[in-house]
């Protein structure tokens, strides 16, 4: 798990720019086939993106809706 501290403070309903803010960052070692994985299980998931160098990533919602990042 990867926490960073924000530069700003985030609304109650966690947001930046208008846009759900990540409140946890989780590695894997393969994004694509736990992104598969999850779609299979009915999870609510972004698109993936590779933003390299800093590895591939997207994100899933929790049952309250918080957002959180999965990177590889």
């Not at 993936?48 to 049952?63: A, E, I, S």
């Amino acid at each position: 798990m990867l926490m960073h501290e924000e530069k700003e403070l985030t609304p109650l309903h966690f947001t930046r720019n208008g846009k759900p803010a990540p409140i946890f960052e989780l590695r894997t070692d393969d994004a694509e086939a736990f992104y598969m994985e999850l779609l299979e299980k009915g999870v609510i998931v972004t698109n993936r993106y590779d933003n390299l160098p800093c590895g591939k990533y997207f994100h899933v919602h929790d049952p309250d809706g918080n957002v959180i990042t999965i990177v590889e």
